[in-house]
């Protein structure tokens, strides 16, 4: 498996500015950049990504995005307390819903 990259999404017309992203393959990585218009990505580090999730940015605590594509159980194992395992599951996430929206011809 590749390396995971890490990113915030910054979105000033959304109502949640930034989002913490993890990805696992550029494909999926590339979907999202070209799926949320206006959106710009700044690629950072896990550990960045980590303090974004646990303490934030200019005192915003900053979520991870786009866990609809994860099991309640998965769910349930999202913690910044185990950061490695949580990254794992954020870019699986976002990998089966990349998959799904290629399988579907969405993209």
């Given at each position: 498996?590749?390396?995971?990259?890490?990113?915030?999404?910054?979105q000033?017309?959304?109502?949640?500015?930034k989002?913490?992203?993890?990805?696992?393959?550029?494909?999926?990585?590339?979907?999202?950049?070209?799926?949320?218009?206006?959106?710009?990505?700044?690629?950072?580090?896990?550990?960045?990504?980590e303090?974004?999730?646990?303490?934030?940015?200019?005192?915003?605590?900053?979520?991870?995005?786009?866990?609809?594509?994860?099991?309640?159980?998965?769910?349930?194992?999202?913690?910044?307390?185990?950061?490695?395992?949580?990254?794992?599951?954020l870019?699986?996430?976002?990998?089966?819903?990349?998959?799904?929206?290629?399988?579907?011809?969405?993209?």
């Amino acid at each position: 498996m590749s390396e995971l990259q890490f990113y915030i999404r910054h979105q000033p017309n959304f109502l949640q500015d930034k989002f913490i992203l993890v990805f696992k393959s550029d494909e999926a990585r590339d979907y999202f950049k070209n799926a949320i218009k206006g959106s710009y990505f700044e690629k950072i580090t896990s550990e960045s990504a980590e303090h974004a999730a646990r303490i934030g940015i200019n005192g915003k605590t900053i979520p991870y995005g786009y866990t609809l594509r994860l099991t309640k159980e998965e769910m349930s194992r999202l913690s910044t307390a185990n950061w490695e395992e949580t990254s794992q599951l954020l870019a699986e996430g976002n990998e089966r819903l990349y998959k799904e929206r290629a399988s579907n011809n969405k993209i």
